[in-house]
């Protein structure tokens, strides 16, 4: 292992996290259910407007990929503020 690896150390910090641990299985399991109803819910929804009005499948399908890559974004930015915040803390 490389001597600038942080490996250790995030893997010590890791321990302290609810998700990580032996019973990390139960605990990712309704994330992943909740994910997976979403995704059935927007391919069924897709299914459903392409055969209703399939004129503005392409439109609503920018729309919600855009829509997506805002949240990731936004998700994502305040993950690291709490990152930033949790290290000044220490």
Not at 41 to 49: E, I, P, Q
Not at 67 to 89: D, S, T, Y
């Amino acid at each position: 292992m490389s001597n600038t690896s942080n490996f250790r150390q995030a893997m010590q910090e890791a321990k302290g996290q609810l998700i990580i641990g032996p019973n990390v299985i139960a605990n990712a399991l309704p994330y992943l259910g909740g994910g997976l109803v979403l995704t059935a819910l927007g391919t069924y929804g897709g299914l459903g407007v392409i055969n209703t009005n399939p004129g503005i499948f392409m439109p609503t399908f920018f729309a919600a990929l855009i829509g997506e890559l805002v949240l990731f974004f936004v998700a994502r930015g305040i993950r690291h503020r709490q990152n930033i915040i949790k290290q000044g803390k220490k």
